[in-house]
């Protein structure tokens, strides 16, 4: 019979077992297991890896981080809310009445608890600074969701279902972009008698729509070529359902940029308009009536026109700032 052949090692023979266990000599295995010791204790000293993938962050979570770290927006933000604030409470900073005046103090300069001085009818000029911030704000605030939810429903509607509509809105818009504004308030604003700020919003909505409604018609174009919105037609999604939920969510974005900057525009308007006193008229306080009125005195009172030009320089600065940083957030290709 033919020889067995020898085993390849034998367990209990000195030099054959290293695969097995450790020769306590010195050996191949013991230089094999202090190296494994050593690779165990260098990948445990190692941070552990990455845990489990992050959720991706959607437009909207995803500008918010990135408007936090934007000083520009802190700023223009801070700015914002403290006009809001004293629109809504002037008397935080301001006891005095805007309408109180004494003509014996007329266009004197700043005294103790009068820090801007007097206007031509002795009016104190930083309660009526203080007091102007209501008109403006609630002027530039109201004809910007005025015009932004007429312009961005009708151009929307138009976008997405297109045809006769949409060249209707188109020509319809076209009208619009060629009246001067200047001039169209002075003929519109001028045959109304009233002295509150809704003749003055509602001229702003109706020349401020067409600019939102071309924006919001663009967006909508763009956003119903999605392969998102095909796949839900596919799958018989009816229109409303399609517009509202994939559609709109998606095109809005540039109507909000567009607004908050217009926002800012609005305000300088409506003190353009004022100041040509067809827009807000008196008793209203209005940075706009109180520069018309020191426009005629700036050689010998320029504190009267400085504050609430100044007023209304910060205010229109700020919604133009917000605009901007909003923009570069919501628009992935500025990062």
């Given at each position: 019979?033919?020889?067995?052949?020898?085993p390849?090692?034998d367990?209990?023979?000195?030099?054959?077992?290293?695969?097995i266990?450790?020769?306590?000599?010195?050996?191949?295995?013991?230089?094999?297991?202090?190296?494994?010791?050593?690779?165990?204790?260098a990948l445990?000293?190692q941070?552990p890896?990455?845990g489990?993938?992050e959720k991706a962050?959607?437009l909207?979570?995803?500008?918010?981080h990135q408007?936090?770290?934007n000083?520009v927006?802190?700023?223009?933000?801070l700015m914002i809310?403290f006009?809001?604030?004293?629109?809504i409470?002037?008397?935080?900073i301001?006891?005095?009445d805007p309408?109180?005046?004494?003509l014996?103090?007329?266009?004197?300069?700043?005294?103790?608890?009068?820090p801007?001085?007097y206007?031509?009818q002795?009016?104190?000029?930083?309660?009526?600074?203080v007091?102007?911030?209501?008109?403006s704000?609630?002027?530039?605030?109201?004809?910007?969701l005025g015009?932004?939810?007429?312009?961005?429903?009708?151009?929307?509607?138009?976008?997405?279902?297109?045809?006769?509509?949409?060249?209707?809105?188109s020509?319809v818009?076209?009208?619009?972009?060629?009246?001067?504004?200047?001039?169209?308030?002075l003929?519109?604003?001028?045959v109304?008698?009233?002295?509150?700020?809704?003749?003055?919003?509602?001229?702003?909505v109706l020349?401020?729509?067409?600019?939102?409604?071309r924006?919001?018609?663009?967006?909508?174009?763009?956003?119903?070529?999605?392969?998102?919105?095909?796949?839900?037609?596919a799958?018989g999604?009816?229109?409303?359902?399609?517009?509202?939920?994939?559609?709109?969510p998606?095109?809005?974005?540039?109507?909000i940029?567009?607004?908050?900057?217009?926002?800012?525009?609005y305000?300088?308007?409506?003190?353009?308009?004022s100041?040509?006193?067809?827009?807000?008229?008196?008793p209203?306080?209005s940075?706009g009536?109180?520069?018309?009125?020191?426009?005629?005195?700036?050689?010998?009172?320029p504190?009267?026109?400085?504050?609430?030009?100044?007023a209304?320089s910060?205010t229109?600065?700020?919604?133009i700032?917000l605009?901007?940083?909003?923009?570069?957030?919501l628009?992935?290709?500025l990062?």
């Amino acid at each position: 019979m033919p020889e067995r052949s020898e085993p390849l090692y034998d367990p209990l023979e000195p030099g054959k077992g290293e695969a097995i266990a450790p020769t306590g000599q010195g050996g191949p295995m013991d230089l094999a297991l202090d190296e494994a010791e050593s690779l165990e204790k260098a990948l445990g000293d190692q941070p552990p890896g990455p845990g489990p993938q992050e959720k991706a962050r959607s437009l909207w979570s995803d500008a918010w981080h990135q408007l936090r770290r934007n000083p520009v927006f802190i700023i223009s933000s801070l700015m914002i809310l403290f006009l809001v604030v004293i629109a809504i409470w002037p008397q935080l900073i301001a006891s005095g009445d805007p309408l109180q005046c004494d003509l014996s103090k007329s266009q004197q300069g700043s005294s103790p608890g009068h820090p801007f001085g007097y206007d031509t009818q002795g009016c104190d000029v930083y309660t009526r600074t203080v007091y102007g911030a209501r008109a403006s704000i609630t002027v530039g605030v109201c004809a910007t969701l005025g015009a932004a939810l007429l312009g961005s429903v009708l151009g929307g509607l138009a976008g997405f279902f297109g045809g006769w509509g949409d060249s209707l809105l188109s020509r319809v818009a076209d009208i619009f972009f060629g009246i001067p504004v200047v001039l169209g308030g002075l003929v519109f604003l001028s045959v109304v008698t009233s002295t509150t700020v809704w003749p003055v919003v509602g001229f702003i909505v109706l020349l401020g729509w067409p600019q939102i409604a071309r924006i919001g018609r663009g967006s909508v174009i763009t956003a119903k070529q999605n392969d998102y919105v095909q796949a839900a037609r596919a799958l018989g999604a009816g229109n409303g359902r399609m517009l509202l939920r994939h559609v709109a969510p998606n095109a809005v974005a540039p109507v909000i940029v567009v607004a908050t900057i217009a926002l800012g525009t609005y305000i300088a308007l409506e003190a353009t308009l004022s100041f040509l006193g067809v827009g807000l008229r008196p008793p209203t306080v209005s940075w706009g009536i109180d520069i018309s009125n020191a426009a005629s005195q700036i050689r010998n009172a320029p504190h009267m026109l400085l504050w609430p030009a100044g007023a209304l320089s910060l205010t229109v600065l700020a919604f133009i700032m917000l605009g901007d940083a909003v923009r570069d957030a919501l628009d992935p290709k500025l990062r």
